[in-house]
């Protein structure tokens, strides 16, 4: 690698020297030095932009439209970073509009409760935590509270843990509930609980295609509940401690 960038800064020291030389030539021929022969000049000129050029150039074609070359590093540098910002772009795509969505359906569900005449707007998230223990460990909300699960009467709960093209030191967790056999089991919606640091720490996320997939950026590991199919079964996976879930060493201790 080392032996690699010494050369290649070798030659492109030699073009500029070379480019140099040149450039002076052509000068003194166009000021009538060497008789202003214009052939001359272009020719100097010519191989001044070769000689400038010639160490970027990765490869060299010749075809029916005449020569093509291709300049490695910048083009590589270039492919990179548009690459890497549209990987960003849809990782905050993906966030951004489930959270809109969560948004809708708590507004929704609001203007429902109203409309009803029932006169309680507390609907949704509030009233089915009521419905559920009460938290008993301080830094991991959730834990212990949808009975330890990950299979549940046909139903399972997994993640995928990558990291975030964002931030390498977050992690992109894509949290999935979805039926082990029978597919009508898992129908409608799943209400996933998160971390209280999450805002929202609540998503109500519809089945499609047989599942139900929540995309989220996290600095560490947590306990996510869900709340998933005809007989509201109840799910719980830690990612901390997880057997099925690869997840770095200190993502996971975090």
Same mark, same amino acid.
């Given at each position: ?5 010494? /050369?290649?800064? +070798? ?50 074609? &010749? ?27 849809? #990782? ?22 109203? #409309? ?19 938290? /008993? ?41 979805? +039926? ?26 519809? &089945?499609?295609?047989? #599942? @139900?997939?929540?995309?989220?950026? @996290?600095?560490?590991?947590? /306990? &996510? ?14 990612? +901390? ?14």
């Amino acid at each position: 690698m080392l032996q690699n960038l010494r /050369t290649k800064t +070798a030659l492109e020291h030699g073009g500029m020297l070379i480019a140099l030389m040149c450039a002076i030539l052509a000068i003194a021929e166009a000021i009538g030095w060497g008789g202003a022969d214009h052939l001359k000049i272009a020719t100097f000129l010519s191989i001044a932009i070769v000689a400038l050029i010639a160490p970027k150039i990765a490869s060299l074609s &010749v075809g029916k439209d005449g020569f093509t070359a291709n300049l490695a590093q910048k083009i590589d540098e270039n492919s990179e970073k548009i690459d890497s910002t549209k990987v960003v772009a849809i #990782e905050l795509d993906n966030q951004l509009e489930q959270k809109l969505r969560q948004i809708f359906e708590e507004l929704a569900q609001i203007r429902k409760a109203l #409309e009803s005449g029932s006169g309680e707007a507390q609907v949704g998230v509030r009233r089915v935590d009521e419905e559920l223990p009460p938290a /008993t460990v301080n830094n991991d909300p959730q834990k212990g509270r949808f009975g330890g699960l990950e299979k549940n009467e046909g139903l399972v709960i997994g993640a995928e843990v990558k990291q975030s093209e964002f931030d390498p030191e977050w992690q992109t967790v894509t949290i999935t509930v979805r +039926a082990t056999s029978d597919p009508d089991l898992l129908k409608g919606s799943v209400e996933f609980f998160l971390h209280d640091t999450f805002s929202p720490d609540y998503y109500r996320i519809p &089945v499609v295609n047989g #599942e @139900a997939k929540l995309v989220l950026r @996290a600095w560490g590991a947590f /306990t &996510v509940g869900a709340i998933a199919g005809v007989e509201k079964t109840r799910l719980e996976l830690d990612l +901390a401690t997880s057997r099925n879930v690869a997840a770095p060493k200190a993502w996971r201790e975090r």
